[in-house]
């Protein structure tokens, strides 16, 4: 398939984490194709535990945040104007919160999201836009065993798990909110495309 060409609701969007143990690639210098390569290479096989090419699946996500950079401009009065000027601000580097249906023991110490939070250690992060339900969720381009299957967008970024929070509910289910820090800048948007 390709980039997804309608519209549509992502209601089989997907967060995945790179548990690969080289940790980050080093993209100095690729182009935008190679820099795709590298980090799809850390996205062939969904585990437990940590192997080359291995990430794990953040799964029961409620509500996903605005993905991509972030803006970031200041409004600036100009005395004598009716309206301000509007000027590039200095960079900050964003946190971004997911909130999830808490299911403790995926994020509990000794399980392998639950050890990425707040260890300090940057990971790759991979964000998929899903309008249909894939085969699986890596970033294989075979036939009937990846997010090529159906028409996908993705992103990638570098960045730690920093907190989690549980909010007990009473009259619903309860929820966690996991907040990140994004180390790096967005990549993407890339497509994975079957072999045929």
């Known amino acids: 398939m390709a980039h997804i060409d309608n519209i549509g609701a992502g209601m089989f969007s997907d967060m995945s984490i790179s548990t690969?143990?080289?940790g980050i690639p080093d993209l100095d210098g690729l182009d935008d194709a190679a820099t795709q390569l590298a980090?799809?290479?850390l996205f062939k096989a969904e585990t437990?535990?940590?192997a080359v090419g291995s990430y794990s699946r953040v799964e029961n996500v409620r509500e996903f945040p605005a993905m991509g950079?972030?803006?970031n401009v200041v409004n600036v009065p100009i005395y004598g104007q009716a309206t301000s000027q509007q000027i590039q601000g200095q960079a900050d580097a964003p946190s971004m919160e997911l909130q999830l249906n808490a299911v403790p023991a995926d994020w509990a110490a000794g399980a392998t999201l639950g050890d990425m939070v707040g260890d300090g250690v940057q990971r790759v992060f991979r964000f998929s836009l899903l309008n249909s339900k894939?085969?699986?969720?890596?970033s294989s381009i075979e036939v009937g065993s990846g997010l090529g299957d159906v028409q996908n967008s993705y992103y990638y970024w570098f960045g730690k798990i920093d907190a989690q929070?549980?909010?007990p509910q009473l009259t619903d289910?309860?929820?966690m909110t996991i907040t990140m820090t994004i180390q790096s800048?967005?990549?993407g948007a890339y497509t994975a495309t079957d072999a045929t």
């Open 69 to 71: 950079t972030p803006p």
């Open 165 to 167: 929070q549980i909010t």
């Open 173 to 175: 289910a309860n929820t």
């Open 134 to 138: 894939p085969e699986g969720y890596n």
């Open 185 to 187: 800048e967005f990549f």
């Open 48 to 50: 437990d535990v940590p």
């Open 20 to 22: 690969d143990p080289a």
């Open 39 to 41: 980090l799809d290479a």
